[in-house]
């Protein structure tokens, strides 16, 4: 069974940087792809950025293009969503989600697998 764990999150002021880490077990995760969301209160759950763990080729909505970067470490089975020059609007709960395959997918629907989420609060 496919588990991911999120961790990283916290509160942070405007234009500042954080770190999010999404830990995957019980798969091998060479044929997976990893999605990050996110979910401000009151709004859907949208989508921030996406990889692949075989090549590590990307894909970031136009939101976050050029302030965040997600990358994989083989090794730890571990994916990371840097976020740079961060904005009150990002405020939201960040989960990262896995499903097995290798075609970009951007939709919530699409994916089998979710982590619990973590809290990212930046403030004006």
């Known amino acids: 069974q496919v588990q991911l764990v999120e961790s990283g999150g916290g509160l942070v002021q405007a234009g500042g940087s954080l770190r999010l880490s999404c830990a995957a077990s019980g798969g091998t995760f060479t044929s997976y792809v990893m999605g990050w969301f996110r979910q401000a209160p009151g709004k859907e759950r949208e989508f921030v950025a996406f990889?692949?763990?075989?090549?590590?080729?990307?894909y970031y909505a136009d939101s976050v293009k050029g302030r965040f970067t997600t990358s994989r470490d083989n090794a730890k089975n571990t994916v990371y969503l840097q976020m740079n020059s961060l904005k009150p609007e990002d405020t939201a709960v960040y989960y990262c989600a896995s499903v097995k395959g290798l075609a970009l997918r951007v939709r919530v629907s699409e994916y089998d697998y979710w982590g619990q989420g973590t809290q990212v609060t930046v403030s004006s």
């Open positions: 990889i692949r763990w075989s090549g590590g080729s990307t």
